[in-house]
C-alpha cells in the first residue's frame, strides 16, 4: 500500500519539472529569440499554476516555473517594443529623406 503511494507522489512531479524546464528554457532565450520565449514562458506559467492548483508534488520546482516564466515574460516584451521602436523610426527616416542632387 506504502508503495502505490510512494508511486503517485513521484508521477505527479511532472507538472512542476515542464514548468520549471519551460521557464529556465524561456528565461534563456528570452533576449534574442522572443518568438520561442513567449510561448514557452506562457506554457510554463500555465503548467506551475495547474500544478500549483492541483496540489501535486513538486511545489519548489512549479513555483520556480512560475518565477523564471514571469521573469523572462520582461525582457521578451521590451525586445519587442523596442524592435517595433526602432523600426518605426528607421521607416519615418527612409520616408523623410531629402532627395540626392
Same mark, same amino acid.
Given at each position: 500500500?506504502?508503495?502505490?503511494?510512494?508511486?503517485?507522489?513521484?508521477?505527479?512531479?511532472?507538472?512542476?519539472?515542464?514548468?520549471?524546464?519551460?521557464?529556465?528554457?524561456?528565461?534563456?532565450?528570452?533576449?534574442?529569440?522572443?518568438? !520561442?520565449?513567449?510561448?514557452?514562458?506562457?506554457?510554463?506559467?500555465?503548467?506551475?499554476?495547474?500544478?500549483?492548483?492541483?496540489?501535486?508534488?513538486?511545489?519548489?520546482?512549479?513555483?520556480?516555473?512560475?518565477?523564471?516564466? !514571469?521573469?523572462?515574460?520582461?525582457?521578451?516584451? !521590451?525586445?519587442?517594443?523596442?524592435?517595433?521602436?526602432? !523600426?518605426?523610426?528607421?521607416?519615418?527616416?527612409?520616408?523623410?529623406?531629402?532627395?540626392?542632387?
Amino acid at each position: 500500500m506504502e508503495e502505490n503511494n510512494n508511486n503517485n507522489k513521484q508521477n505527479s512531479v511532472g507538472l512542476g519539472v515542464a514548468s520549471m524546464v519551460l521557464g529556465i528554457i524561456a528565461l534563456v532565450l528570452s533576449c534574442c529569440f522572443y518568438y !520561442i520565449s513567449i510561448p514557452c514562458a506562457i506554457i510554463g506559467l500555465l503548467l506551475g499554476a495547474a500544478s500549483l492548483a492541483l496540489k501535486k508534488g513538486g511545489k519548489g520546482m512549479a513555483i520556480a516555473g512560475l518565477v523564471t516564466s !514571469i521573469v523572462s515574460l520582461v525582457p521578451a516584451v !521590451i525586445a519587442i517594443v523596442l524592435g517595433g521602436s526602432l !523600426i518605426s523610426e528607421l521607416m519615418n527616416e527612409a520616408v523623410y529623406l531629402p532627395p540626392m542632387l
